[in-house]
C-alpha cells in the first residue's frame, strides 16, 4: 500500500492547529497569572493599609499592576487571532506588542508614584504585625512558582509576552524578598528600623521600573521589524536549504509579531528550470516551513535564478 505525502492544504491546517495550541497554552498562563494576581494585589494592599507599610503597599501597586497588563494581554491575544482582512493584510498578530508597550509605560509611572510617595512621607509607621511577614512569604513562594511555569509555557510556545510575563514574576519574587526581610527587620530592630521599610520599598520601584524598561524595550524591537533571534533564523534557513531544487537560500528576514513570525525568504534555483517547476519548489518550501514551525505565520518566498549573473 502506496504512502501518500500530505499535501499543502493537510500542511497549513497542521500548521493552524499548532497555532491554536500555541494561543490556547498561552492564553491558559496568563489567565493563571491573573487570577494569582489578583489574590496576591488584594491581600498585600490590605495588609498594607493596616500594617502602614510602604513596602507591601508598593508591591500590591506591582501586582495590582500585572492584574490590568494579565488583561491587556488577554484582550491582544484575542485579536491577535483574528484573520487577516482588507485594512490588515499582514493579519492583527502586532496587536500584542502595541498592548505591552503601553502597559509598560503605565507600569513605569505607578513604579514611580510609588517611589515618590515613599520618599516624601515623613509620619511614623508602628511596626508592622506579625502577620505581614506571612503575607510577603506567601507572596515569594507563588511568585517564583508562577514564574518557573510561565517560563517553560513560554519557550514551548515561543511567546516573548508570556516570557516577559514570567521574567516579571521573577522580578516580583525577587522584590517580595526584599519587603520580607525589611518587615523581619523592623520587627527584630524596633521602631528605628522603619527606614528599612522605605529602603525595601524603592528597592521594589528599582525592579518594577527595571523589569518595565525591558518590556518596553522588546516591543519596540518588535514594532520596529527587528531581525528574529539569530538561533531559530538559522533553523528556518537550514529547513528551507533542506527542500530538493533549492541551490542556496540567498537573503532571508524573519519578523517577530506577537506570537508568530513573519518570514520573507530568497532562495536560488537552477536557472534552466522552467517557471512552473520553480512556483512549485517555492510552494514546497512555504509549506514545509508552516508545517515544521508552527509560531509562523506566512512565508513570502522570492525566486532567483543559481547562479546570479555576478557569480557566473
Keep these: 500500500m502506496s504512502h501518500q505525502s500530505p499535501t499543502g492544504n493537510d500542511l497549513a491546517s497542521r500548521g493552524a492547529e499548532t497555532k491554536r495550541a500555541l494561543y490556547h497554552e498561552a492564553v491558559n498562563a496568563t489567565w493563571l497569572g491573573f487570577t494569582v494576581n489578583v489574590a496576591l494585589g488584594v491581600a498585600k494592599l490590605v495588609g498594607g493599609l493596616i500594617a502602614h507599610s510602604f513596602a507591601l503597599i508598593s508591591d500590591a501597586v506591582n501586582s495590582l499592576g500585572d492584574v490590568f497588563t494579565s488583561l491587556v494581554v488577554l484582550l491582544a491575544f484575542r485579536v491577535a487571532q483574528k484573520p487577516a482582512d482588507a485594512e490588515h493584510p499582514y493579519g492583527h498578530t502586532r496587536a500584542e506588542a502595541i498592548a505591552g508597550s503601553n502597559v509598560a509605560v503605565l507600569v513605569l509611572v505607578s513604579a514611580l508614584l510609588v517611589g515618590w510617595e515613599a520618599l516624601t512621607s515623613e509620619h511614623d509607621s508602628p511596626l508592622p504585625p506579625l502577620w505581614t511577614l506571612f503575607i510577603a512569604g506567601t507572596n ?47 520587627r527584630l530592630g524596633g521602631a528605628g528600623f522603619l527606614i528599612v521599610d522605605k529602603l525595601a520599598a524603592l528597592f521594589v520601584v528599582f525592579v518594577i521600573v527595571n523589569t518595565a524598561a525591558k518590556l518596553l524595550w522588546s516591543s519596540a524591537q518588535e514594532l520596529m521589524d527587528a531581525q528574529a533571534d539569530p538561533g531559530f533564523v538559522e533553523e528556518i534557513r537550514d529547513s528551507a536549504a533542506e527542500v530538493d531544487g533549492v ?66
Excluded: C, M
Design 140 to 186: 515569594v513562594a507563588v511568585k517564583e512558582l508562577l514564574y518557573q511555569y510561565k517560563i517553560r509555557v513560554g519557550r514551548r510556545t515561543g511567546s516573548s509576552a508570556v516570557i516577559a510575563n514570567a521574567w516579571d514574576h521573577r522580578a516580583d519574587a525577587l522584590s517580595a524578598l526584599a519587603v520580607f526581610l525589611s518587615l523581619a527587620a523592623i
Design 247 to 312: 541551490r542556496r537560500v540567498d537573503k532571508l528576514w524573519v519578523r517577530k509579531s506577537g506570537l508568530e513570525f513573519l518570514v520573507d525568504i530568497h532562495i536560488q534555483v537552477d536557472a534552466t528550470r522552467t517557471v512552473d517547476d520553480g512556483h512549485r519548489i517555492s510552494h514546497v518550501v512555504k509549506d514545509r516551513l508552516l508545517a515544521r514551525f508552527g509560531n509562523v505565520r506566512d512565508v513570502l518566498v522570492h525566486l532567483e535564478p543559481y547562479p546570479h549573473a555576478h557569480e557566473a
